[in-house]
């Protein structure tokens, strides 16, 4: 008898599994993400230092000026790197994989599937002595899907360059 409550039990459980994911609401599935594409407002190279360097997973393991992460074209400026990814998501945390001489992020904005921008990261530009850095932005998850990060570097009172290697997404498909 007891068996036969067992097997009915999980009959239930299988059936109102089924019907929630049918709903829509089935298991939220968690997403991290390395981007698939780039822009920026400038590349110090066309393939080298560009702005797909800093598409897939780091591959910049020492801190330093190399060719493996996306530089600007010149310093003591302020310049913008676009990073898009393949799956939407309801973001939760941005990773940003800086691989010299970091921390002049100074905004990171999450860009929805309608092409609006949302600042999720605001700071002023300042020195760390870890390097190869990884600036971790937390974001309560967001109420839309988000596509691109676009990740600000103020190198003005720097007068050489920041250098990005790689910008994770982690986010929700539901």
């Given at each position: 008898?007891?068996?036969?409550?067992i097997?009915?039990?999980?009959?239930?459980?299988?059936?109102?599994?089924s019907?929630?994911?049918?709903?829509?609401?089935?298991p939220?599935?968690?997403?991290?993400?390395?981007?698939?594409?780039?822009?920026?407002?400038?590349?110090?190279?066309?393939?080298?230092?560009?702005?797909?360097?800093?598409?897939?997973?780091?591959?910049?393991?020492?801190?330093?000026?190399?060719?493996?992460?996306w530089?600007?074209?010149?310093?003591?400026?302020?310049?913008?790197?676009?990073?898009?990814?393949?799956?939407?998501?309801?973001?939760?945390?941005?990773?940003?994989?800086?691989?010299?001489?970091?921390?002049?992020?100074?905004?990171?904005?999450?860009?929805?599937?309608?092409?609006?921008?949302?600042?999720?990261?605001?700071?002023?530009?300042?020195?760390?002595?870890a390097?190869?850095?990884?600036?971790?932005?937390t974001?309560?998850?967001?109420?839309?899907?988000?596509?691109?990060?676009?990740?600000?570097?103020?190198?003005?009172?720097?007068?050489?360059?920041?250098?990005?290697?790689?910008?994770?997404?982690?986010?929700?498909?539901?």
């Open positions: 008898m007891k068996s036969k409550s097997l009915i039990v999980n009959a239930i459980l299988v059936m109102v599994l019907s929630l994911t049918a709903c829509g609401s089935g939220v599935t968690t997403l991290d993400q390395w981007a698939a594409s780039g822009t920026a407002s400038s590349e110090f190279g066309s393939s080298s230092w560009a702005a797909q360097q800093a598409t897939g997973a780091p591959d910049t393991t020492t801190c330093g000026d190399y060719s493996t992460a530089a600007s074209l010149g310093t003591g400026t302020v310049e913008w790197l676009n990073l898009s990814y393949t799956t939407p998501v309801y973001a939760t945390t941005a990773v940003i994989y800086i691989s010299d001489n970091p921390n002049y992020v100074t905004l990171v904005e999450l860009q929805d599937t309608n092409g609006t921008y949302h600042s999720v990261y605001t700071a002023s530009p300042q020195t760390t002595t390097c190869p850095y990884q600036l971790t932005v974001i309560p998850k967001t109420s839309y899907l988000v596509k691109a990060v676009r990740v600000t570097i103020d190198q003005t009172t720097l007068n050489d360059w920041s250098e990005i290697d790689a910008v994770q997404l982690v986010g929700t498909t539901q």
